[in-house]
C-alpha cells in the first residue's frame, strides 16, 4: 500500500517485514524511515528538488505565455 505524504516522498509499508520504507519521487530510490531526516538534507536532494521546481516554473511560465498567445489570436 502506498499513501502519498508530499509530491517528493511516498510511504511504502513493506508488507514482508512491516517496517516503513520511503520513495524519493525526485531522487528516484527507497528510503528506510530513519534516514529520512538525513537524506533531505542532503545537498544532492536539495539541488534535484530546486532544478526541479525551476523547470516546473519554466513550464508554467511558458503555458501562459503560449495561452496569452492564443487569446490575442481569437480576439484580435
Known amino acids: ?3 502519498n505524504l508530499c509530491y517528493e516522498l511516498n510511504l511504502v509499508y513493506s ?3 512491516l517496517m516503513e ?3 524519493c519521487n525526485i531522487c528516484q530510490k527507497s528510503l528506510e524511515s530513519v534516514l529520512l531526516e538525513d537524506h533531505i ?5 536539495i ?3 530546486k532544478k526541479l ?5 519554466l513550464k508554467n511560465k511558458i503555458s ?5 498567445v492564443l487569446d490575442l489570436w481569437k480576439n484580435g
Open 1 to 3: 500500500m502506498i499513501r
Open 15 to 17: 508488507t514482508e517485514s
Open 21 to 23: 520504507e520511503y520513495y
Open 41 to 45: 538534507k542532503e545537498p544532492d536532494h
Open 47 to 49: 539541488a534535484r528538488k
Open 53 to 57: 521546481e525551476k523547470d516546473l516554473e
Open 64 to 68: 501562459k505565455l503560449e495561452r496569452s
